[in-house]
């Protein structure tokens, strides 16, 4: 089975670091991490591109900055486009 390209945008990456107290903010942090379990099983290819690293660096909060650095170097794929 080929893998399928996604782009998750930096705003939904960032939702698990959002406050969970809010039903709406816990399921999509339940989608962004079922999407993310896929492309770690293979499933999907997460395209990255040059916009997520500039957006990432922007982030004020250091432990949210290197987690979202740390998933796109490990499971993100650069668009070379």
Not at 40 to 67: C, F, M, Q, W
Request: hydrophobic residues 40%.
């Amino acid at each position: 089975m080929k893998q399928k390209n996604i782009y998750i945008d930096v705003c939904a990456l960032c939702r698990p670091f959002d406050d969970q107290e809010y039903m709406r903010i816990r399921l999509e942090t339940e989608a962004v991490n079922l999407i993310l379990s896929k492309v770690r099983d293979g499933n999907y290819k997460l395209i990255v591109s040059p916009v997520h690293i500039k957006e990432i660096k922007a982030i004020s909060d250091t432990i949210e900055r290197v987690e979202l650095q740390m998933v796109l170097s490990e499971w993100g794929e650069h668009n070379t486009c």
